[in-house]
């Protein structure tokens, strides 16, 4: 521990004004720069110390609740820091009202995993590799002499076997790829068999896996408009209009929609983060989650050979999800009545960055809310059209894009969705032999088999910050005396009490979810207020539970899991899994122990689609849709949605 600000006073009160007005507000460029001076003082950053991670040390649940505007704002910041000449990698905490670094520690990265992937590092891999001889005479053998057109793809290292394991270097991984010209769609050409394994700290290929050669697939894909002509000409122009603006109202980063009141965050890990949800009811404001975000993604592949079978990414602990986010455009990504925001980060530098329009915030119309037709009263309907607040944004990490949702309903449902689409990645067969493992897309070119595993987590605050959980199925009743027709069923419900049995699956067959509940807040019926997760769930991870692809993706183990809260609990398969044998995370935070009964809990939800590719996924993917609902259950005590005003239609009345 060490102190800076006595010697540096100008410094502090730089610093001090830069200090963002509220505890959970984003990182600002001001407090970024503040960050490196701070570290630079104290001796901490050389010419080649980069900035893996710059993140908000987030203050306790305790300490955001309680603050009120005009309050002294404390903000810490947590960083990574690697030396791209050593390898040695260290983590820092800067406090900003000090300008001090108030904690340091080396990171055993042989143990406890290595930083992510920094930008510099992508473009080094592909200058380094294609410089290597032993590659280059693979290119060679494979008849191909124009390495210009050659496309190296950096990837982290992946999952590694123990004994494939190399202690104390920083390993990136490629595959090869190749154009026709300078713009052409590299995945309709891979190269095959031909893996480059490179230490970024020596700059050096260290290790070639040459599994023999296959014919590079000739057939060109693109998909851009003008090799996709002509282009149909029946489409109508659809204009979405608010001539008052938008319902919601932005202040700074916190937002406010139909009852609905929650901050905007952004980070270079997680990209979109959501603070301090809360539903108004009556004259009170009503905690729900106090913090939401995707804590992680993976991308498992099922080819088994040595060139492909530690093909398995972990898309924000590897390469910093956040980091890779789009600059969204109005009619292109987001139609409507759009308000940005954008995203202040780090660069690999520690300097700030930038990424303009990263989040699009707007309403849709959302089909009919509710309605009944009264029989019994001249055929009387009543009805109201569903309206969402929708906040997203858009990354592109490789081949893949993704699409991140938030929603928030007027009938106090929160939703999340994932929507992937990009290009499949691809490997090369011999033309028309057909795999197990995937689907021949075009002739010799192949979509593996893969998973995506979402991992979102919930910092639940269901009306207080203590909860409980419940899971929760539906059953049928065993015919007897209580049922003598044979047609009851009804509900059981098993409280999770134990960190041991925190890891859940789900089961469709008995519509299993799982229901967060406040045993210190009653509704008007006198149970326990409560919002319920209700999933979509689809196959875990399917590589064996052995394996170290199983290992490092522990938390794909389980559809929900349920933790005791630790603030240094943020991640589910841990703080650093790039080059990390596994089982750090969720599998380490459920060993059993732990009481889960009314106190501050963190849920986390598993769930992506397993994808066996089709022909109309390439040259470019429809998107694919996965998610899930978090829905009031006993929260308030009638519909919420009741209060809003009847609707207008073109002729007559919706009431009529």
């Known amino acids: 521990m060490s102190c800076c600000h006595d010697e540096h006073g100008e410094q502090a009160e730089q610093v001090a004004k830069a200090v963002a007005p509220h505890p959970l507000d984003p990182l600002s460029a001001a407090e970024i720069d503040a960050v490196r001076t701070i570290l630079e ?15 908000l040390d987030e203050p306790a649940r305790h300490t955001a609740a309680a603050h009120r505007d005009g309050d002294p704002v404390v903000r810490r910041v947590r960083v990574t820091l690697l030396d791209s000449a050593t390898g040695e990698a260290a983590e820092a905490v800067v406090d900003l009202q ?29 200058r380094i590799v294609k410089a290597d001889p032993g590659w280059r005479k693979a290119m060679a053998d494979r008849g191909i002499d124009n390495l210009d057109l050659a496309v190296v793809g950096p990837m982290g290292a992946g999952p590694l076997r123990l004994e494939d394991r190399p202690r104390g270097r920083r390993l990136m991984r490629s595959l090869t790829w190749l ?3 300078a713009s052409d769609n590299a995945f309709a050409h891979p190269v095959a068999g031909l893996v480059a394994d490179v230490d970024v700290v020596e700059r050096q290929v260290v290790r070639l896996i040459d599994t ?11 998909y851009e408009a003008e090799f996709n002509g002509p282009a149909r000409t029946d489409l109508r122009p659809l204009e979405i209009i608010q001539p008052e603006g938008p319902s919601f109202e932005l202040t700074g980063n916190l937002l406010t929609w139909q009852n609905w009141r929650f901050r905007i965050d952004f980070n270079g890990r997680e990209g979109l983060v959501l603070h301090q949800i809360s539903h108004r009811d009556g004259d009170r404001d009503r905690p729900v989650l106090h913090r939401a975000s995707l804590g992680e993604m993976a991308v498992s592949y099922a080819e088994p050979g040595a060139d492909r079978n530690w093909v398995a990414f972990l898309d924000a602990g590897e390469y910093a999800l956040g980091r890779n986010a789009n600059a969204l455009k109005l009619g292109c990504d987001c139609l409507g009545e759009i308000r940005y925001l954008d995203a202040v980060l780090s660069d690999d530098f520690g300097r700030p960055e930038t990424l303009p329009n990263a989040i699009c915030i707007h309403e849709e119309d959302f089909g009919l809310l509710w309605k009944h037709t009264n029989q019994f009263d001249g055929m009387k309907a009543e009805s109201r059209r569903a309206r969402r607040l929708v906040v997203s944004y858009i990354a592109t990490v490789g081949n893949y894009d993704y699409g991140f ?12 969705e994932a929507k992937s689409t990009g290009l499949v990645q691809t ?8 795999s197990p493992y995937g689907t021949e897309l075009a002739p010799g070119l192949l979509g593996p088999y893969h998973q995506h595993m979402f991992c979102v987590r919930l910092d639940v605050a269901v009306d207080g910050l203590t909860n409980t959980v419940e899971e929760v199925d539906v059953v049928p009743v065993p015919s007897g005396p209580d049922n003598p027709n044979g047609n009851a069923f009804t509900v059981r419900t098993t409280p999770i009490t134990d960190s041991a049995d925190g890891g859940r699956l789900a089961d469709p067959a008995t519509g299993r979810r799982w229901r967060i509940t406040n045993p210190a807040s009653r ?19 399917l590589a064996q539970p052995d394996s170290a692809v199983a290992r490092r993706l522990g938390y794909g183990s389980k559809h929900f899991w349920v933790t005791r809260h630790s603030p240094e609990r943020r991640y589910p398969a841990g703080d650093y899994p790039n080059q990390h044998l596994g089982g750090a995370g969720l599998p380490e935070w459920t060993a059993g122990g732990e009481s889960l009964e009314d106190t501050e809990l963190t849920v986390w939800h598993t769930f992506g689609p397993t994808h066996v590719p089709r022909l109309e996924e390439w040259p470019v993917m429809p998107v694919d849709h996965s998610g899930f609902t978090f829905k009031p259950t006993g929260f308030f005590d009638r519909n919420p949605a009741l209060d809003l005003p009847a609707e207008t239609p073109r002729e007559g009345h919706c009431s009529v």
């Not at 490997?427 to 057909?434: N, T, V």
């Open 98 to 126: 000090a300008a001090a670094v108030v904690a340091y520690r080396l990171l055993d990265t042989d143990r406890e995993g290595q930083p992510p992937v920094t930008f510099e590092e992508w473009e080094l891999v592909d």
């Open 523 to 541: 509704n008007r019926m006198g149970e326990p207020v409560a919002y319920t997760l209700v999933p979509q769930p689809g196959p875990l991870i």
């Open 405 to 416: 949702y938030w929603y928030f309903h007027q009938d106090g449902t929160i939703a999340f």
């Open 212 to 222: 023999g050669t296959v014919p590079v697939p000739a057939e060109c894909a693109r």
């Open 41 to 55: 003082a104290d001796g901490k950053v050389t010419g080649t110390t980069r900035f893996p991670l710059v993140l």
């Open 427 to 434: 490997s090369a067969i011999p033309a028309g032999q057909g």
């Open 179 to 181: 154009r026709c010209d």
